[in-house]
């Protein structure tokens, strides 16, 4: 069974730092795409970034570009957003996310709260 455990989630105040990991039980080079959503109380999930399985293409929503980085480590099997210059904005649910053919495996998701 695949599974991806999120961590690295929490409190910041505004302008800190954290970064999120997410490792998969299985290979992740498996994965064609990985990435990251958030969701806040009463709205859809939304993208935040994503990454190829070489680590060469990666993606952002406009409202982290300059602020948020992915990355991965293949050989751990894991995926990383680092997240800079938060905002209280930001505070949300954030999942990952991993493609394998036409299939999606999420995590369960880590909270990251944004506040002063």
């Known amino acids: 069974q695949v599974q991806l455990v999120e961590s690295g989630g929490g409190l910041v105040q505004p302008g800190g730092s954290l970064r999120l990991t997410c490792v998969t039980s299985?290979?992740?080079?498996?994965?064609?795409?990985m990435g990251w959503y958030r969701q806040t109380p009463g709205k859809e999930r939304e993208f935040v970034a994503s990454i190829n399985w070489s680590g060469d293409r990666t993606y952002y929503a406009d409202s982290v570009k300059g602020r948020f980085t992915i990355s991965r480590d293949n050989a751990e099997n894991t995926v990383y957003l680092q997240m800079n210059s938060l905002k209280p904005e930001d505070t949300a649910v954030y999942y990952c996310y991993g493609m394998r053919g036409a299939t999606t495996y999420w995590g369960q998701g880590t909270q990251v709260t944004v506040s002063s």
């Open positions: 299985g290979p992740i080079f498996s994965f064609s795409v």
